[in-house]
């Protein structure tokens, strides 16, 4: 069992010289004074990585390397070190920072005794002639270092955060979509304040960070263009991106012990014929971190066979005797690992994007997050959006249709202390939303539809809509109870108007869900996507596709798969999504369908990890068959806008070849090109396969001459 530290101090490292770095974990090691201390060096595609190893390792620190695809991001090395770290206190700094002899100490103890304190530290650039070089192999002397060093300004310059494990990992860490360097921190320190931790600097004669003199790493990145554009992002991100926890579609460095974010509760009783399409509609979710719990409140038909059907790990079932709705979600709650709740129901259809969306939805004094619905009939497939009103007591008493609860989640810790009503057969949802808004509970919309509710003949509302309505007016009295009449009547005024939110035209709105109805209501297409070495390695499901582009870099390696299913179920869906692939759905019986899933093939293709074919300087290779011409045709006509095309019949194959020219290479290199050898000089990007006959294209790789060129 790895020992627990008192604080881990990780580096985010990649080819930046071993003297500098080995000086960086000499000083921070000397700082820890009497807590126990860590320095992780996270290693970030290193070309050289062995001989780091072996230096790190020889001075005690522990080393982490990452496989990168060449592209730095500061925020994913930190991540990455975060993910082996056992500090209760974590700290991020750089490879060229040395610290003064009590600084971790001083940090660590300071968030030790308070958990809720995030702290910065000023840093201090020393002028050049105090690199690494001068500084090694004698004994620094930090008076020297305090009187030479310049101050830095305290924001967007890096250096060294420091916060609770607790917190780090309540906001799933630095943000992984940002590259190179910029924002990083203080994106990830405005995060730490919204999720209300208290920011402080630091301000302590002993605690002193030193910047090594070296060219500046920055102004370098900034003068490439993919420099530029990474910080760009980094900058859009920080000041656009108003969300508290990042990561939730994929942390690629998630600590073993991360708390889960979500748990779904499902109460059920006998719904056997609904439930697997439930089930289904959850285990599809964009976001993979959560857990299923379902409570079956003693089913005397299938209900336990359908779950047990599916094996998935992140599904919890518990069977309980009849003891009725609202006991069944209070025992959910009592056995829930997750921050949050969020409620489903046995017959209803969870949209993809929900769980991703609540957590992107929360903001600093919000206890949850809550959206629209769409009542679906189950036989005729007709729908009705609804977009849910301004949540609050007034709004809940004196207004209908403000929200469904099975678009809400809730902090479980909320859920824990007020609970469902037992007592109330019927509508206990809507008690607790009374008491919720009583009790000062605050809930964001997310502005997007969470729900595909289905109305057929056994659901509550039609069995036990009496019932139903008694609780409701049993919990408006019991709330209007400490009012006078004059202050009811100004709640109503203020309240019973209140408009629906808006989320943009009805007909476009019931389009973009319309492909989430159950089997029987719709046909669908699908656009896959898988791109790492696992799931290419494990294409099966993938094979099944009625049209498929294979991506290869130029040494013949495939980089990633994509395929267009004409027509597939939920439950392919899942089988896709659990083989660790992208999925993309549509609706192909609609008019433009053939163009819809085009573009969704081209999107797929072009946002395709971080690669922007629109920002590339080499040209590309695409390959297809004759009876996907057209199609091709159209893909490369909308995903290539303004490149240059050449088009060449290929001898023994009925294949063309399309040489984008994207940007960068003069025509006339293209004007006597044909798929050789030679062809290697012209360092071709890639090449795409949009034929499926991979092993056929890969022998003309070797020395096809060309057959007839198409102007």
């Not at 000023?122 to 090694?136: H, K, T």
């Not at 420091?162 to 994106?187: T, W």
């Not at 991360?258 to 609904?274: D, I, K, Q």
Request: include cysteine.
């Amino acid at each position: 069992m790895t020992t627990q530290m008192d604080v881990s101090v990780v580096i985010g490292f990649k080819d930046w010289g071993i003297n500098r770095l080995r000086m960086a974990v000499q000083t921070i090691q000397r700082s820890f004074g009497s807590l126990a201390g860590e320095v992780i060096v996270s290693d970030y595609g290193s070309a050289e990585h062995a001989e780091t190893k072996r230096a790190m390792e020889e001075a005690g620190a522990v080393y982490v390397y990452t496989e990168t695809d060449g592209v730095w991001s500061r925020s994913r090395a930190l991540n990455a070190g975060f993910a082996v770290s056992s500090g209760r206190v974590l700290v991020s700094t750089d490879a060229d920072m040395i610290f003064s002899p009590k600084s971790m100490e001083i940090v660590g103890k300071a968030i030790l005794a308070n958990p809720d304190l995030a702290l910065v530290l000023q840093c201090r650039d020393l002028p050049e002639g105090y690199s690494d070089v001068e500084l090694a192999g004698r004994t620094i002397d930090w008076r020297l270092l305090e009187r030479v060093s310049r101050m830095r300004p305290r924001w967007g310059m890096g250096g060294m955060m420091a916060a609770s494990r607790a917190r780090y990992l309540e906001i799933r860490g630095l943000d992984e979509r940002m590259e190179i360097y910029g924002g990083e921190d203080i994106d990830f320190a405005n995060r730490l304040r919204r999720a209300g931790a208290r920011l402080e600097w630091v301000v302590d004669d002993d605690v002193r960070m030193y910047h090594m003199w070296h060219a500046p790493s920055r102004k370098i990145a900034s003068e490439t263009a993919q420099g530029r554009k990474a910080i760009e992002l980094n900058s859009k991100i920080h000041v656009e991106d108003k969300s508290v926890i990042r990561n939730t579609v994929n942390w690629q460095h998630r600590p073993a012990d991360a708390e889960l974010p979500v748990s779904v509760v499902v109460s059920t009783y006998n719904r056997a014929s609904y439930i697997a399409d439930s089930i289904r509609s959850v285990l599809a979710q964009s976001m993979p971190d959560f857990e299923l719990i379902i409570v079956d409140d003693g089913s005397t038909d299938a209900t336990r066979e359908v779950v047990e059907s599916f094996r998935d790990e992140r599904i919890r079932y518990f069977y309980r005797e009849n003891a009725g709705i609202a006991a069944a979600r209070n025992f959910a709650a009592s056995v829930s690992r997750g921050r949050y709740t969020a409620v489903h129901d046995d017959d209803d259809i969870m949209l993809p994007w929900r769980l991703e969306k609540h957590l992107a939805a929360l903001r600093p004094g919000h206890h949850g997050s809550y959206g629209a619905w769409v009542d679906f009939d189950d036989e005729t497939g007709e729908m009705n959006l609804l977009p849910g009103k301004d949540l609050s007591l007034g709004s809940l008493l004196t207004s209908g249709r403000v929200y469904l609860h099975p678009t809400m989640m809730i902090a479980t810790e909320v859920v824990r202390r007020l609970g469902y009503d037992e007592s109330l057969r019927s509508g206990s949802d809507y008690n607790l939303g009374i008491r919720m808004m009583r009790s000062g509970i605050r809930l964001n919309h997310t502005g997007y539809v969470h729900t595909l509710r289905r109305l057929h003949s056994g659901q509550i509302t039609e069995t036990d809509s009496v019932v139903q309505h008694t609780s409701a007016v049993l919990t408006q009295t019991m709330a209007r109870v400490p009012m006078s009449t004059v202050e009811f009547r100004a709640l109503h005024k203020a309240h019973s108007k209140t408009p629906p939110k808006a989320l943009g035209e009805r007909q476009e709105v019931l389009a973009s869900v319309a492909d989430y109805l159950p089997g029987h209501l719709v046909r669908r297409a699908a656009v896959v996507r898988c791109e790492t070495a696992e799931t290419v390695s494990l294409p099966d499901e993938l094979m099944l596709a009625d049209r498929h582009i294979l991506e290869h870099d130029w040494d013949g390696q495939l980089i990633s798969q994509i395929g267009v299913f004409e027509e597939v179920g939920l439950d392919r869906v899942s089988a896709l999504q659990d083989a660790g692939m992208a999925v993309e759905v549509d609706d192909p019986s609609a008019a433009t369908s053939r163009d819809k899933v085009t573009l969704m093939a081209i999107d797929a293709m072009v946002t395709a990890g971080r690669r922007s074919w629109g920002a590339v300087d080499e040209p590309v290779l695409v390959f297809a068959s004759s009876k996907n011409l057209d199609w091709v045709k159209h893909v490369v006509d909308k995903s290539f806008p303004g490149a240059e095309v050449h088009q060449r019949l290929l001898s023994d194959e009925d294949a063309l070849m399309f040489v984008l020219c994207v940007g960068g290479l003069p025509l006339e290199s293209l004007e006597n090109l044909s798929i050789s050898a030679s062809t290697r000089d012209l360092t071709l990007r890639s090449w795409i396969d949009f034929s499926g006959d991979t092993d056929d294209l890969a022998a003309l790789l070797s020395s096809t001459p060309e057959k007839e060129v198409v102007k």
